[in-house]
C-alpha cells in the first residue's frame, strides 16, 4: 500500500537557521510530488510540485527551495529561515491514473 | 490564474442541525475534489466529481458538482460532533495542469 512520511513532526528554530525537512513515499512510483504550507487557520498554499526526479516548479517566490534527489523523496530546505516561515508544512502526492492527493502528517514548524 | 473561493469561512452550528459549504472557481473544472482535515491533522480525501450535475452522498454527506462545471457544495445532514474540521475544495482544470485548493471552510459542532 501506498504510504507518505515525513519528518520531524515539530520543529522549533531560531530566526536566520537554516531548514531542511524530508518527504519520502513508499509504495508507488513517478509520483507526482507537493510542498504545501498551511498558516494556523487558514488554507493550503502549494509552494513547490514536482513531475520528476530534479524537476521543481515553484509557486511563489520565497527564501525556501526544493530538491527531488530521488524518485520518491522530496525535500524542502532554507538557507534562512524568516519569521514569516513558521507553519503547518505538508507534504502531498498523486500520480496521474489518480487524482487524489495523499498527505503526509505534516511538519509544524515554529520559527522565534 | 485559476481562483477557487468557499463560503462560509467559519460555521458553527449545533449538534443535529445541517451544514452546508460552497465551492466556487473562476474557470471551468475537469473535475473537483473535497478534502476533510481534523484539528491537528492533515487533509484527507473524501471525494472527486467529475460529471456536470453530479451528485455523490456518502451516509449524512452529499456531494454535488453544478452544471458548468465551476461550482460545488458539500452539505452534511444532522451534524454530529465527529463532524468537526475544516473542510476544502479542490479543483483541477481543464487542461489537467493546475490543482488549486480552496481556502476551507472551517465547522465547528456543538454538543
Known sequence: SQTIHQ?????????GSPLSLECTVEGTSNPNLYWYR???????????????????SSEVPQNLSASRPQDRQFILSSKKLLLSDSGFYLCAFDRADYNEQFFGPGTRLTVL | GQQVMQIPQYQHVQEGEDFTT???????LS?????????????????????SGEVKKQKRLTFQFGEAKKNSSLHITATQTTDVGTYFCAGRDNYGQNFVFGPGTRLSVLP
Open chain 1, 7 to 15: 519528518w520531524p513532526a515539530t520543529l522549533v528554530q531560531p530566526v
Open chain 2, 31 to 51: 473535475n473537483i475534489q473535497w478534502y476533510k482535515q481534523r484539528p491537528g491533522g492533515h487533509p484527507v480525501f473524501l471525494i472527486q466529481l467529475v460529471k
Open chain 2, 22 to 28: 460552497y465551492c466556487n472557481s473562476s474557470t471551468t
Open chain 1, 38 to 56: 498551511q498558516a494556523a487557520g487558514r488554507g493550503l498554499q502549494l509552494l513547490f510540485y514536482s513531475v520528476g526526479i530534479g524537476q521543481i
